[in-house]
């Protein structure tokens, strides 16, 4: 505060106004009447107020990234004068004036970025002409797109992206969740239609990409009608050996995934949980089997499921079988009415007694109300022999046992498709491979052999008199020392 200096004599009395003058920097006083009185001097004051404008940018945040295509950036300013102006400036473009609010109190200001790092640049103006500081914030620009997400069928999809502005070129992983009854069949999608087969897995992860579409489909469960255990065999029809050769069994469980294990060559092995069937009714997966891994392909008959059945092919790149494999159906609300009860099975010896076993294995069988085959038996070179395994709504027994493997054993197996006929059923039978490796064990036959020899069995009820319908028969002892074979009359009576 001081005093100008400024003397003016002469003045009339009456009032005067007197002007201050403009100094840089400072809020000039408004002009001042003096009232001018005979004989006394009058002064005249002015208060100059200097300005001191603040600015601040409240958005974006230094270090932000954003994905709006047109962003906007708002601040504030404080002065001890009133703000007449603010300026912007992006990437060191040309300077701009911002939109005021509050007496430019706040402030916006509409920019639109480029993808990458961006820079805004800010200072204000107030009345008095002084200028704040340039306020600066670094951001980063991501380049974003809506991402539409669909469903057909009964299903959702999480998390709920559908709708929302995504950055372009980050990775997402969406899950699709089928509805009760229903399975998820497929992802399909892409930035123009037609869209494209995208994956079967119900998760998805994705890069986002402009103009994205993605659609989960669901369908209703084609796998209910077929739940539960199916049982068979798979061999080269071609060229039956035991290392093509095995016994299948899975059970299938209500999203088309399953459990299961193979045994071929005296060896069980587990069939991949990862693995599953399609909505189709198909699956290929492998098994780390010895000495080659095997590859299987395989087909749920979905569009006909009164058939349960797996049917498919099994190889290990040098040989290739077929699989069969029946669900077992029976149960206690599905009971084996033709099947239950106790059979008997006489399974043939060779014509060639010094090469493979002449006499005859023998087997007994039981079958529960569930279908569930208990089998017992005897081959004629001395082994005994077990399984249990249901049989299939069509009277299909899948006849698998194996030898005891090294070291307890030389390996060896025995199996064929052995089929109930009539209804009930009163006998069975079918062809059974046997593959016996040399060896110690079993002692008799021991440079071993491979025989395909015909099983036969009837029905066995004990209240039956006589068990055999046979009057007469002959039995017969040929081979080994016997200088001359040896036939005896047999005779059965009723009782």
């Not at 092995?269 to 010895?290: E, N, W």
């Not at 079988?321 to 029946?326: I, K």
């Not at 039956?464 to 016997?482: E, F, I, R, Y």
Request: charged share 10%; glycine share 10%.
């Amino acid at each position: 505060a001081q005093s100008s200096g400024a003397t003016v004599l002469g003045l009339t009395v009456g009032n005067h106004s007197v002007s201050f003058k403009t100094i840089s920097g400072w809020a000039t006083p408004a002009d001042f009447t003096v009232t001018i009185t005979s004989g006394k001097t009058s002064k005249a004051t002015g208060t100059y107020v200097k300005g001191n404008p603040q600015l601040t940018i409240t958005s974006p945040k230094p270090g932000q990234s954003v994905s709006n295509a047109l962003l906007i950036v708002a601040g504030k300013v404080t002065d001890n004068l009133s703000a007449n102006a603010v300026y912007y400036q992006l990437n060191g473009g040309s300077w701009k004036l911002a939109n005021p609010s509050n007496l430019w109190a706040n402030w916006t200001a509409s920019v639109a970025p480029t993808p990458g790092s961006n820079v805004i640049s800010v200072y204000a103006m107030d009345a008095s002409g002084s200028i704040s500081s340039t306020d600066t914030v670094a951001f980063k620009y991501i380049l974003s797109a809506t991402l539409a997400v669909l469903t057909n069928g009964a299903g959702s999809i999480l998390p709920g992206l559908n709708g929302k502005l995504l950055p372009i070129g980050n990775l997402y992983t969406l899950k699709a969740v089928p509805a009760a009854n229903n399975v998820f069949s497929n992802w399909i999608g892409g930035t123009t239609s037609p869209y494209s087969v995208l994956g079967t897995n119900a998760s998805y992860t994705f890069a986002m990409q402009s103009n994205l579409v993605l659609q989960a489909n669901f369908v209703p469960n084609p796998f209910l009608p077929l739940l539960g255990t199916f049982s068979g065999l798979f061999l080269d029809t071609n060229d039956v050996t035991e290392a093509s050769s095995g016994f299948f069994t899975l059970t299938l469980m209500k999203n088309g995934t399953f459990t299961g294990k193979i045994l071929t060559s005296g060896t069980s092995y587990s069939l991949p949980t990862t693995a599953k069937f399609d909505v189709s009714g198909q699956t290929q997966f492998t098994v780390a089997a010895r000495p080659n891994s095997l590859a299987f392909n395989l087909q749920l008959d979905i569009s006909s499921p009164s058939s349960q059945r797996i049917v498919g092919t099994v190889s290990d790149g040098n040989w290739t079988a077929e699989l069969n494999a029946d669900r077992a159906t029976f149960g206690a609300s599905n009971k084996a009415v033709s099947y239950a009860g106790q059979y008997t099975l006489a399974i043939a010896g060779s014509d060639d007694a010094a090469a493979s076993p002449g006499g005859f294995g023998w087997a007994t069988l039981s079958i529960n109300p569930a279908g569930l085959t208990s089998m017992k038996g005897s081959l004629a070179d001395g082994t005994a022999m077990s399984q249990l395994v249901s049989v299939s709504k069509d009277g299909r027994w899948p006849l698998y046992t194996a030898y005891s493997s090294p070291p307890g054993g030389n390996g060896g197996a025995v199996f064929g498709w052995i089929v109930f006929s009539n209804q009930p059923a009163s006998t069975l039978g079918g062809t059974m491979y046997w593959f016996r490796p040399a060896g110690k064990t079993p002692t008799a036959y021991q440079s071993g052999f491979t025989n395909t020899v015909p099983v036969i069995g009837c029905a066995y009820n004990p209240a039956s008199k006589p068990l055999l319908a046979l009057t007469n028969g002959q039995v017969t002892l040929d081979g080994g020392n016997l200088p001359v074979s040896i036939t005896n009359q047999v005779n059965l009576s009723s009782n």
